[in-house]
Nanobody, 124 residues
Framework: QVQLVESGGGLVQAGGSLRLSCVASGRAASTYAMGWFRQAPGREREFVAAVRWLGGTTYSTNSAKGRFTVSRDNAKNTLYLQMNNLQPDDTAVYYC?????????????????WGQGTQVTVSS
């Protein structure tokens, strides 16, 4: 079992920044692929960014590139998402996820464990 606890969400004006953190605990947590997904009201959960354990390869959506940076500190079992130039469309609950057998990194169904989510609200 792996437990994930997110923090760092909040209310920010358009153009502002936030850094989300996700602390993982449990069996072999540091060896899992970890990612960030988000879900806005009335919309499906969507992939934002992720990083593999082996090699540390990072992935992100086109809308996140240049604004969001995903990183992980394996020594601290912590995943980060630095979000800059936030826009109202980024408003959503952001979820941290971890998976041991993730092939398609953007597929939420391939992640085994999820945090409780942290709200990000961007005002215009």
């Amino acid at each position: 079992q792996v437990q994930l606890v997110e923090s760092g969400g909040g209310l920010v004006q358009a153009g502002g920044s936030l850094r989300l953190s996700c602390v993982a605990s449990g069996r072999a947590a540091s060896t899992y692929a970890m990612g960030w997904f988000r879900q806005a009201p009335g919309r499906e959960r969507e992939f934002v960014a992720a990083v593999r354990w082996l090699g540390g390869t990072t992935y992100s959506t086109n809308s996140a590139k240049g604004r969001f940076t995903v990183s992980r500190d394996n020594a601290k079992n912590t995943l980060y998402l630095q979000m800059n130039n936030l826009q109202p469309d980024d408003t959503a609950v952001y979820y941290c996820a971890a998976g041991s057998m993730v092939v398609v990194i953007s597929n939420a169904r391939q992640f085994d464990y999820w945090g409780q989510g942290t709200q990000v609200t961007v005002s215009s």
